[in-house]
């Protein structure tokens, strides 16, 4: 190490090398941590030592070459070239006479070249190899220097290794995990002489080998310093290191080991600062010091003599401390048995009065299944009588439904003579009801009374149709001629001084959007009851065709129209006008009779068909014939059938 010069021109000392905190005798496998091998080898050393260099000139084959001897011949005292360049002539005709041109420097020779066509082969190894070829090689190599590894450590007096390392894969200098010889006892951490037996498995081997057997005395081992990064000198094949307490420790020699320790091993004597040697303990010091060991080696005597007593009372008293310490284990049993004694009783208890429920239960499920055969044997009994009168039921049924479709037809046949609806000639989806043209939603150029009127007519027809054909009106209408009304229970918007949820169906004296809102429900209401026998309307704003196309629908069928029924709506009211009823009195006495309508009941009832109503006025006017009363009176009777009143 070189020295380093103060400002003063002194020389300064080298900086002191690390010592170790172990002196040689104090090393024990207590003190082993862990364990390293670096530069791990397979294969032995060659036995002895190469002649040469191996290169081209040492095979034979290539002297044979005349480029090559010519090479050789011209380039004499000159030094070997790996150059993998062509060499050339500067002139061609040089080469009969063999002489070359003169280099121009004197420390650097010219390689003669011999014209084209002749190159020098390349002396490298791999030069022209493909880089395939190339790693596939490094790998052969690699794989024939890297191993798995494993170790185990063996001491004197156990035929078993007293630790084996896990195994460290694919690895040149393996690293294994750092151990402790604590748990051995001391028996083994005591010791300062262990044997390392290492074991090996490259790619190309099928079976662990055996790699080494090597002992060592710690006391031996050269000390390297706290980590190998501070440590530059080259380390042997399969060189082994030693990571004790106080750093890293390895053997370089093979020489066995003495038994006692090296003088210059030994620590140095102390010196204090100024130089001078300090005197070593005094004699009563060391007399002191070896009393207090007499002292602690009776004391270790007493205690050991203690500890065997203690044994050997216990050991005659074993069966009483057996038996003592059985008292509280049998007792607790004895809890445990009891509970579960308590538990086994309680299970049993709630098993009986399962039990007993279920014998309840099936007992009272026997007696309802012997009831259900009972009933099911008497409806079997009369299962025969049922289906008689169940299909008596269904043709009734079906003779009813038939009756109520004629009776539908008869009445929509009447309607349409009572309400005539007629298309205008000339005019394309034009009619008139009764004689009186209504637009379809567009009412620009008809006259106020006569839309009224027609609506009014269109009103009547929808309320006379809602009960026959079972469909309630979900915009009641209010009939009161030319001043009808409809009514949106949902409205919500601007509203008049009595309802604001009523339409008008006229347009005098009313706002106009009011009177369209009032016309687009009607024509909603015609939809209703058009989709109620299975229609669609193209449009709902064309009032008397859809209209005209429900009434149609409603009239078609087989047959001919049934007649009307005796008796009708003139058969409630008496030939004077007034009603036939009075009171509660005589409708009591009309429920308690037998049941049937009287004659003069049936007479009224048929005579309802030869009523008819007369041609209003030219101006729309309401109808003051008493029949027109009646009629619009049973109008208004049939408009009220519905879930919103």
Known sequence: MAELILASGQTAPPP??????????????????????????????????????????????????????????????????????????????????????????????????????????????????????????????????????????????????????????????????????GPCGPGVTRLDKLTIRVWAKSESMTAWQYLMDYTVQLRSLQYIGKSLGTFRHPLPPNCVLFHMTDGIYTSFTDLPTRDGARQEALAPPKQHPDGRVLTSSSYDALMRLSTLDDCIQDALVTRDRIADEIESILAMNRDSIRAVEQVPETEESLRTVQAAVDAEKRRVNFARRRRDELKANIEQRRQKMKAGQEQQAQVDADLSEQRGKCKELKDLIAKVDEDLLGQRRRVCEDLLKLYPIEPVPGKSLAFTIRGLLLPNSEFDDSKDEVTAAALSYVAQVVSQLSPYLSVSLPYPIN???????????????????????????????????????????????????????????????????????????????????????????????????????????????????????????????????????????????????????KQNSTMQTGSKLRPHD
């Open 16 to 181: 002191p090398r690390e010592r170790p905190w172990l002196l040689p005798y104090n090393r024990k496998l207590r003190h082993l941590q862990g364990i390293t091998i670096r530069n791990l080898t397979l294969s032995s050393a060659p036995s002895r030592s190469r002649g040469k260099t191996i290169d081209d000139e040492a095979i034979p084959s290539t002297l044979k070459s005349p480029t090559k001897a010519l090479a050789l011949r011209e380039s004499k005292g000159l030094a070997h070239s790996r150059s993998s360049s062509d060499l050339k002539f500067k002139n061609s005709s040089q080469l009969g006479n063999g002489s070359l041109r003169e280099p121009t420097t004197p420390t650097k020779a010219v390689r003669p070249s011999f014209g084209k066509g002749l190159r020098r082969r390349t002396t490298m190894e791999w030069a022209n190899a493909s880089p395939l070829t190339r790693q596939k090689k490094l790998e052969d190599i690699t794989a024939d220097r890297m191993a798995d590894t494993f170790f185990t450590l063996h001491v004197e007096k156990h035929d078993e290794p007293v630790y084996i390392s896990e195994v460290a894969e694919k690895a040149m200098n393996p690293n294994f995990k750092f151990f402790d010889l």
């Open 479 to 629: 009939l009161h001629g030319s001043a009808s009304t409809i009514e949106d229970p949902l409205a919500i918007g601007h509203s008049t001084k009595n309802n604001p949820r009523i339409y008008p169906l006229y347009m005098k004296g009313v706002v106009r959007y009011r009177f369209e809102y009032g016309v687009f429900l009607l024509n909603k209401n015609i939809e209703i009851l058009s989709n109620a026998l299975g229609l669609r309307p193209i449009d709902i704003r064309q009032t008397l065709p859809n209209l005209k196309y429900l009434l149609y629908v409603a009239t078609a069928g087989k047959g001919e129209l049934p007649a009307r029924k005796a008796g009708g709506i003139k058969g409630l009211l008496r030939k004077d006008g007034m009603s036939s009823r009075k009171g509660s009195m005589d409708s009591t006495a009309t429920a308690s009779s037998a049941g049937t309508p009287t004659a003069e009941l049936k007479r009224n009832l048929d005579d309802v068909g030869a009523k008819r109503i007369p041609a209003p006025r030219a101006n729309g006017a309401p109808l003051t014939a008493v029949g027109s009363l």
